[in-house]
């Protein structure tokens, strides 16, 4: 009889990897939802307030944090995909790995163009213009 690895509970493949950065993708665009309405919110209470929070946003570095907000929402939705035709779909569970690299293909195909254009001003403010 085989006994099971000891030392984790988890054992690495696509499936666990999957499920761990889908949480955490969740967890990320939940908590972005969270004060984006709390800074929507603000002009109501403080419109000067709103203005500095606002300000605040057009930083480089909450431009790269786009950047991953950005990649956070696109690999939750396509996981999401995946997750619905492993469930709902005959063969799914048969081709979960595959389409578990599919949408990291997907993803990584619209995220490294994608990454350029958002960052394009920002790095032409840093470094100087690029043309």
């Known amino acids: 009889m085989a ?8 054992r690495g493949g696509e499936g666990m990897w999957s499920w761990v950065a889908h949480r ?3 967890v990320a665009v939940f908590f972005f939802l969270l004060v984006h309405v709390m800074d929507t919110a603000l002009v109501r209470v403080s419109p000067s307030a709103y203005d500095v929070v ?3 946003y057009k930083t480089p570095i909450v431009n790269v ?3 991953g ?3 956070a929402v696109l690999y939750h939705a396509l996981n999401g995909i995946r997750i619905v035709l ?3 779909w005959e063969p ?3 081709h979960q790995k595959a389409m578990f690299r599919g949408i990291i293909v997907i993803w990584l195909l619209l995220m490294i163009p994608g ?3 958002m960052l394009i001003h920002t790095i032409e403010s840093l470094f100087g213009s690029t043309s």
């Open 3 to 10: 006994s099971a690895p000891a030392g984790t509970l988890y």
């Open 24 to 26: 955490i993708t969740g």
């Open 54 to 56: 606002i300000a605040t």
């Open 65 to 67: 944090m786009e950047v």
């Open 69 to 71: 907000l950005v990649g």
């Open 86 to 88: 492993v469930d709902f």
């Open 92 to 94: 799914g569970p048969r």
């Open 115 to 117: 990454t350029y254009f």
